[in-house]
Nanobody, 128 residues
Framework: QVQFVESGGGLAQPGGSLRLSCVASGFFLDNYAIGWFRQVPGKEREGVSCISSSDGSTYYEDSVKGRFTISRDNAKNTVYLQMNSLKLEDTASYYC?????????????????????WGQGTQVTVSS
Protein backbone atom coordinates (compact mmCIF):
# COMPACT_ATOMS: atom_id res chain seq x y z
CA GLN A 1 0.00 0.00 0.00
CA VAL A 2 1.31 3.43 -0.96
CA GLN A 3 1.16 5.79 1.99
CA PHE A 4 3.08 7.65 4.64
CA VAL A 5 3.46 6.55 8.24
CA GLU A 6 3.65 9.51 10.60
CA SER A 7 5.01 9.36 14.14
CA GLY A 8 6.54 11.49 16.86
CA GLY A 9 3.49 13.29 18.13
CA GLY A 10 2.54 13.55 21.76
CA LEU A 11 1.95 15.95 24.59
CA ALA A 12 4.18 19.00 24.95
CA GLN A 13 4.12 22.13 27.05
CA PRO A 14 4.00 25.59 25.51
CA GLY A 15 7.52 26.49 24.49
CA GLY A 16 8.49 22.86 24.15
CA SER A 17 9.61 20.84 21.15
CA LEU A 18 8.62 17.76 19.21
CA ARG A 19 10.10 16.09 16.15
CA LEU A 20 7.68 14.45 13.75
CA SER A 21 8.75 11.77 11.29
CA CYS A 22 7.06 10.68 8.11
CA VAL A 23 8.23 7.44 6.46
CA ALA A 24 7.16 6.61 2.93
CA SER A 25 5.78 3.11 2.50
CA GLY A 26 5.39 1.44 -0.89
CA PHE A 27 7.16 4.17 -2.86
CA PHE A 28 10.32 6.29 -2.92
CA LEU A 29 9.86 9.93 -2.02
CA ASP A 30 12.94 11.17 -3.90
CA ASN A 31 10.98 12.64 -6.79
CA TYR A 32 8.19 14.23 -4.79
CA ALA A 33 7.75 17.51 -3.01
CA ILE A 34 6.52 16.57 0.45
CA GLY A 35 4.16 18.61 2.55
CA TRP A 36 3.24 18.62 6.22
CA PHE A 37 -0.38 19.43 7.00
CA ARG A 38 -2.40 19.72 10.18
CA GLN A 39 -6.06 19.41 10.99
CA VAL A 40 -8.24 20.15 13.98
CA PRO A 41 -11.77 18.74 14.34
CA GLY A 42 -14.31 20.63 12.28
CA LYS A 43 -11.75 22.38 10.12
CA GLU A 44 -10.14 21.68 6.78
CA ARG A 45 -6.66 20.23 6.68
CA GLU A 46 -4.17 23.07 6.20
CA GLY A 47 -0.67 22.96 4.77
CA VAL A 48 2.03 24.27 7.10
CA SER A 49 5.27 23.38 5.35
CA CYS A 50 6.67 21.89 2.19
CA ILE A 51 10.07 20.70 0.95
CA SER A 52 10.89 20.45 -2.72
CA SER A 53 12.31 17.34 -4.34
CA SER A 54 14.60 19.14 -6.77
CA ASP A 55 16.65 21.56 -4.68
CA GLY A 56 15.36 21.02 -1.16
CA SER A 57 13.86 24.50 -1.03
CA THR A 58 11.21 24.95 1.61
CA TYR A 59 8.01 26.81 2.35
CA TYR A 60 6.53 27.67 5.75
CA GLU A 61 3.14 29.04 6.60
CA ASP A 62 3.44 32.34 8.49
CA SER A 63 2.25 30.98 11.83
CA VAL A 64 5.07 28.41 12.00
CA LYS A 65 7.85 30.33 10.27
CA GLY A 66 10.93 30.55 12.49
CA ARG A 67 9.66 27.79 14.78
CA PHE A 68 9.27 24.73 12.54
CA THR A 69 11.93 23.19 10.30
CA ILE A 70 11.20 20.66 7.58
CA SER A 71 13.92 18.35 6.30
CA ARG A 72 14.21 15.17 4.26
CA ASP A 73 16.50 12.16 4.21
CA ASN A 74 15.90 10.40 0.91
CA ALA A 75 18.21 7.54 1.88
CA LYS A 76 15.85 6.78 4.78
CA ASN A 77 12.76 7.58 2.73
CA THR A 78 11.77 9.94 5.52
CA VAL A 79 10.73 13.55 6.00
CA TYR A 80 10.92 15.31 9.36
CA LEU A 81 9.25 18.29 10.99
CA GLN A 82 11.16 19.79 13.90
CA MET A 83 8.70 21.81 15.95
CA ASN A 84 10.14 24.28 18.46
CA SER A 85 8.58 26.99 20.63
CA LEU A 86 5.27 25.17 20.49
CA LYS A 87 2.09 27.12 21.05
CA LEU A 88 -1.36 26.04 22.18
CA GLU A 89 -2.66 26.69 18.68
CA ASP A 90 -0.27 24.09 17.23
CA THR A 91 -2.49 21.39 18.71
CA ALA A 92 -3.74 19.28 15.81
CA SER A 93 -3.35 16.00 13.98
CA TYR A 94 -0.36 16.24 11.66
CA TYR A 95 -0.14 14.50 8.29
CA CYS A 96 2.32 14.37 5.45
CA UNK A 97 1.56 13.94 1.80
CA UNK A 98 3.34 13.70 -1.54
CA UNK A 99 2.67 16.32 -4.18
CA UNK A 100 1.53 14.51 -7.33
CA UNK A 101 1.47 17.67 -9.47
CA UNK A 102 4.62 19.61 -8.60
CA UNK A 103 8.20 18.90 -7.55
CA UNK A 104 8.76 22.39 -6.14
CA UNK A 105 7.30 24.28 -3.21
CA UNK A 106 7.89 27.64 -4.88
CA UNK A 107 4.20 28.03 -5.71
CA UNK A 108 3.34 28.78 -2.09
CA UNK A 109 1.31 26.99 0.57
CA UNK A 110 0.70 23.29 0.13
CA UNK A 111 -2.76 22.68 -1.26
CA UNK A 112 -4.72 19.59 -0.27
CA UNK A 113 -5.83 18.70 -3.78
CA UNK A 114 -2.25 18.43 -5.02
CA UNK A 115 -1.25 15.87 -2.39
CA UNK A 116 -1.89 12.18 -1.78
CA UNK A 117 -0.52 9.09 -0.03
CA TRP A 118 -1.85 10.32 3.30
CA GLY A 119 -1.06 8.36 6.41
CA GLN A 120 -3.05 8.00 9.61
CA GLY A 121 -1.54 11.14 11.11
CA THR A 122 0.08 11.81 14.46
CA GLN A 123 -1.55 13.82 17.22
CA VAL A 124 0.24 16.82 18.70
CA THR A 125 -1.22 18.30 21.86
CA VAL A 126 0.26 21.43 23.37
CA SER A 127 -1.01 22.05 26.87
CA SER A 128 0.21 23.37 30.19
Amino acid sequence: QVQFVESGGGLAQPGGSLRLSCVASGFFLDNYAIGWFRQVPGKEREGVSCISSSDGSTYYEDSVKGRFTISRDNAKNTVYLQMNSLKLEDTASYYCGANLLRVSCAAGPPRNYEYDYWGQGTQVTVSS
